[in-house]
């Protein structure tokens, strides 16, 4: 089993800037994908960032030049720099690991901007 734990998340002011970690334990082996994933109520989550099955990273359109992702395998921690934070941003932000086809995700951390 693989268990994910956010946390960073919390409020910030327009431009301002938060970094997100995601603690994952268990079997974490022969990963196909982990990256993060964001929702607010009533809407779908929808892709953040994520680290694809050969390392490489893509982002979505929303966050590129200002969001970036990266990894400490030693930590088996993963994070989410956020810069320039916009209101927009403000949303539920969930860690997702993706194994032999089978997602795992942690419970979420919100982060809210203000304008």
């Known amino acids: 089993q693989v268990q994910l734990v956010e946390s960073g998340g919390g409020l910030v002011q327009a431009g301002g800037s938060l970094r997100l970690s995601c603690a994952a334990s268990?079997?974490?082996?022969?990963?196909?994908?982990m990256g993060w994933y964001r929702q607010a109520p009533g809407n779908q989550r929808e892709l953040v960032a994520v680290?694809?099955?050969?390392?490489?990273?893509n982002y979505a359109d929303s966050v590129k030049g200002r969001f970036t992702i990266s990894r400490d395998n030693a930590k088996n921690t993963m994070y989410l720099q956020m810069n320039s934070l916009k209101p927009e941003d403000t949303d539920v932000y969930y860690c997702?690991?993706?194994?032999?086809?089978?997602?795992?995700w942690g419970k979420g951390t919100l982060v809210t901007v203000s304008s």
């Open positions: 268990g079997s974490i082996f022969r990963i196909n994908t």
């Open positions: 680290f694809t099955s050969d390392g490489s990273t």
């Open positions: 997702n690991l993706v194994k032999y086809g089978v997602d795992y």
